[in-house]
């Protein structure tokens, strides 16, 4: 996942969670997979977020939240 993406494939997802190719397709078909999976056309895609919520990775600290300096008027990313 060196660029951020929406989506991910089946296998990106597999092996970031480590599970081999064989019962990552068969874990989806059973609608078991360990995050959401959607089926887009003849191809299955894992959406990033729900793949990191997975790994204990909050998206938002990922992405860089706006973390504001109290002042209201200034905020940077973090």
């Known amino acids: 996942m060196a660029t951020e993406s929406s989506v991910v494939d089946v296998m990106t997802a597999a092996r970031a969670l480590g599970i081999g190719r ?21 191809v299955y895609r894992v959406p990033t977020v729900g793949l990191l919520r997975v790994l204990g990775v909050d998206p938002l600290i990922r992405w860089g939240r706006p973390r504001c300096t109290g002042s209201g008027r200034l905020c940077a990313r973090s």
């Open 22 to 42: 064989t019962t990552a397709y068969a874990l989806v078909r059973a609608g078991s997979f360990p995050c959401p999976v959607l089926r887009v056309g003849g």
